[in-house]
């Protein structure tokens, strides 16, 4: 099923904008944290609290981003940070990120917004998957979400999201209308197709405003690709400061309404409106959605004509991406070479060396072995003693969630012990 997240009478609803509106809500319960994501979020917090408390006494851990907000994914991006951090996964593929002295005020903003606007979380969920989902042709290796690849950080987009419903939903619909969610995703995506981010500066104080160069207490940056959104706690920052290519999300805003458009006008009874620009691993409605890391979503293709700058080894996996003007110059290369030989592989390199069964290289490559399998993984028999022993700590200390978690994780090594 293509909109797993959607059931029978949401998808038979007669109304389209009212069908998509339903499908957006259907979305938002369907990617929450399910109860095992959460007690694994819990259990890493709490374990880390320990480990930080018995090597340096005093120090308060405190969580932030979307472990305070509620918007967390599955899966996510690591997000650029303004302070180095350190990024670790634990033993439950639960990854996080341990920043030192760094206050987050973003986090504490984010909540008195979302109280403020209670449809900021769910257009929220929604975009951010949506954009996620979107890949550039010319462009391969860069992520919409990601500020590490010069896109929108995870902030830069709930203030744009907040901008929005203060200056441009319209004040005449009533939220309590059945399209009203559907027509406020559609207005987001086409007017920041639009949005001129060379000569206005994005305000979210007072009200919110659109400020130009002479009137934003921050410059305003007019090459093309850079975003300017004034830091509502932070004086002189610029939240969307990593932002450099405006234009690839300008022309991602674009097309993701383009499709939800043609959806809603060739849509019949019964099919799904929202899956034309949010796509995840297909499942039965019904079926619960793959949990943490394992949760995967699949990707939509924007051709945009121009040559790719990615690498070769990058676009073998990705057939159809427009690289041919490149691969043409490459073979042309190839077959004006003057020698046969200038093509030959190199019998040197590693992965073309032929090994024979004499008894140094025999030696030579069990040494190799051996070292690489120098890590010894324990047994289910020490996990076994690992868990219960937590077991029996946890439940000294009244935590009855965390008992449980590594009793059952306990009794899980045992049956694979025997």
């Not at 001129?196 to 130009?212: C, E, N, R, W």
């Not at 405006?246 to 458009?261: G, M, P, V, W």
């Not at 427009?322 to 390199?349: C, F, I, L, M, W």
């Amino acid at each position: 099923m293509d909109a797993p997240w959607s059931n029978k009478e949401t998808l038979r609803t007669t109304n389209k904008l009212e069908r998509l509106s339903k499908e957006i809500v259907d979305f938002e319960k369907y990617i929450a944290p399910t109860q095992k994501e959460q007690l694994n979020r819990d259990t890493l917090l709490y374990s880390v609290s320990q480990l930080i408390e018995s090597l340096w006494p005093g120090n308060v851990i405190a969580p932030f981003g979307s472990s305070v907000t509620g918007l967390q994914f599955p899966s996510r991006l690591i997000p650029h940070a303004k302070v180095p951090v350190l990024m670790a996964t634990d033993d439950n593929n639960v990854s996080m990120d341990i920043t030192v002295q760094n206050e987050s005020p973003s986090s504490d903003r984010t909540v008195l917004w979302i109280k403020e606007y209670p449809l900021l979380k769910t257009l929220f969920m929604v975009l951010k998957q949506v954009l996620s989902n979107y890949r550039v042709s010319s462009l391969p290796t860069f992520e919409p979400l990601s500020a590490k690849t010069a896109g929108l950080a995870s902030y830069s987009l709930i203030c744009m999201i907040v901008s929005y419903l203060q200056l441009q939903a319209p004040k005449s619909h009533d939220p309590s209308r059945p399209e009203y969610i559907a027509e406020t995703l559609l207005g987001f995506l086409d007017f920041y197709s639009r949005f001129d981010s060379s000569l206005y500066a994005i305000s979210l104080i007072d009200g919110g405003a659109y400020l130009t160069a002479d009137y934003s207490p921050i410059g305003i940056d007019p090459k093309e690709g850079k975003l300017t959104i004034i830091d509502p706690d932070v004086p002189g920052a610029n939240v969307a400061r990593s932002t450099l290519r405006f234009d690839i999300l300008k022309l991602i805003f674009a097309r993701a309404h383009s499709d939800l458009r043609k959806r809603l006008d060739s849509s019949t009874k019964g099919e799904s409106i929202l899956s034309s620009v949010l796509l995840v691993k297909p499942h039965y409605y019904g079926e619960p959605r793959s949990e943490g890391t394992r949760f995967k979503k699949e990707e939509i293709w924007i051709d945009t004509g121009l040559p790719s700058n990615a690498n070769e080894k990058r676009s073998r996996f990705r057939p159809h991406a427009v690289t041919h003007v490149a691969a043409g110059k490459r073979n042309e290369e190839r077959r004006n070479a003057s020698s046969r030989d200038e093509r030959r592989y190199n019998p040197y390199q590693s992965r073309n060396k032929s090994h024979n069964n004499t008894r140094e290289d025999r030696y030579e490559r069990e040494d190799r072995y051996q070292r690489k399998d120098s890590y010894r993984r324990e047994n289910y028999h020490e996990k076994e003693s690992r868990y219960q022993k937590e077991y029996e700590r946890h439940a000294r200390n009244n935590h009855s969630h965390l008992a449980e978690h590594y009793k059952k994780k306990a009794d899980r090594a045992k049956r694979n012990h025997f």
